[in-house]
């Protein structure tokens, strides 16, 4: 139910707020991906961040400050007794093992994909992609740097390696033929700066028959909706606020409630409206808002490099996906497996699960020392 506010009308050589907000949104982590994309790139954020914590602090003395510690060597001393190499790492892998190596493996399948194809991302490349992003928001590249550091713990280096990087290996992976049409754009006007209607929302995790329950309730006292959804909602967010949601826009996700919602005169309560399983809605119209944009002309370079980006960003998290199911993966860390299993690589009590032609095997521990 969650909606992005309205945005304000564009000014000369401004972006329209809203817009340059979901740009922001897009870019402050480094990446054009949502959906699969974005979680990959949470995964490298967690992974750094992980592994960060197992650093000294900034100008704190070491004994083997300045270089890489070797497997051989003690990492610190208390007293007379040492820490081996060997106990921080397993200590390491035990808290962020997981997390580190699914960042190395999603890494190592795009690298595999770039070579099996030839795409490669110079360096000059993501520098130009770093210019770039840094250029729409008229920040200098310092200060965007001291944003990530701030914000995500996320060094240049980081920032260039694990989410510039792979953004932009993706892209050459999905291509450059992204079509927008006159009906995307009619689509994503409305969307953006078209009308939206003002609702209450009681939301009910339950049978059809307990929402029809609430609806009959509803009807009887159509004053009292508010008072309702604090009785009976089970959204935490708006149950406080007597069932007051972002208004609903058009083309923004389920088509059906936007559809009842528009339906609506003011003061009328929508019929059930089934959102999932067992989970159902009822509405409330308060009113409608008023667009801030009157001609699509006035916007039409901004919303149509809007739609290229969305629609890359779905051919970017569609080619990783499809270059992720025919990866042959064996986690031995999680006991996860993507391939069936080899002679003596699982025990009799191994789980496979398949799904299409992808099959996700359970490797159990004694396996794992492969």
Same mark, same amino acid.
């Given at each position: ?29 480094? *990446?054009?991906?949502?959906?699969? @994309? ?8 967690? $992974?750094?961040?992980?592994? #960060?914590?197992?650093?000294?602090? $900034? ?14 060597? $003690? ?41 099996? /194809? ?7 490349? &993501? ?15 310092? *200060? ?28 050459? =992976? ?66 406080? @606020? ?14 059906? &409630?936007?559809?009842? $919602? ?21 509405? /409330? ?17 901004? =919303?149509?490099?809007? @739609? &290229? ?27 996860? #497996? ?25 490797? *159990?521990?004694? *396996?794992?020392?492969?």
């Amino acid at each position: 139910m969650s909606e992005r506010t309205h945005s304000q009308p564009a000014t000369d050589q401004k972006r329209p707020p809203a817009a340059k907000n979901r740009r922001l949104i897009h870019l402050i982590a480094g *990446t054009a991906c949502v959906g699969l @994309l974005a979680a990959i790139v949470l995964q490298f954020l967690r $992974a750094e961040k992980a592994t #960060s914590q197992e650093q000294p602090p $900034a100008g704190q003395a070491t004994a083997n400050s300045g270089s890489k510690p070797s497997q051989s060597q $003690a990492l610190g001393r208390v007293n007379d007794q040492s820490i081996p190499y060997e106990r921080v790492a397993m200590e390491c892998v035990e808290r962020y093992g997981s997390e580190v190596l699914d960042s190395i493996i999603n890494r190592m399948i795009i690298q595999q994909e770039c070579e099996r /194809k030839g795409v490669v991302v110079t360096e000059a490349e &993501v520098r130009q992609e770093v210019q770039r992003i840094v250029k729409n928001f008229n920040l200098a590249l310092d *200060t965007w740097y001291q944003m990530l550091q701030t914000e995500r713990n996320v060094t240049p280096q980081q920032y260039h390696r694990d989410i510039i990087w792979p953004m932009l290996a993706l892209k050459k =992976l999905a291509g450059q033929n992204i079509q927008v049409t006159e009906d995307d754009m009619r689509k994503a006007f409305e969307r953006d700066y078209g009308p939206r209607v003002e609702v209450r929302a009681i939301v009910i995790n339950d049978n059809v028959r307990r929402a029809s329950e609430i609806w009959d309730e509803c009807q009887q006292t159509p004053d009292d909706f508010d008072k309702l959804a604090k009785k009976y909602s089970e959204d935490a967010n708006s149950r406080a @606020l007597g069932g007051v949601v972002p208004p609903i826009r058009r083309h923004a996700g389920l088509k059906h &409630v936007e559809e009842a $919602a528009f339906r609506l005169q003011p003061g009328e309560i929508s019929s059930v409206i089934q959102t999932g399983e067992n989970r159902h809605v009822i509405l /409330k119209c308060e009113g409608f808002t008023q667009p801030v944009v009157a001609d699509i002309k006035d916007v039409w370079e901004e =919303l149509r490099e809007t @739609l &290229v980006e969305e629609k890359t960003q779905q051919a970017v998290a569609q080619v990783f996906e499809d270059i992720r199911k025919r990866a042959q993966v064996i986690n031995y860390l999680t006991g996860e #497996s993507t391939v069936g299993p080899r002679p003596g690589d699982l025990t009799p009590g191994t789980i496979q699960q398949t799904s299409g032609q992808r099959t996700t095997s359970r490797v *159990t521990p004694a *396996t794992a020392t492969r």
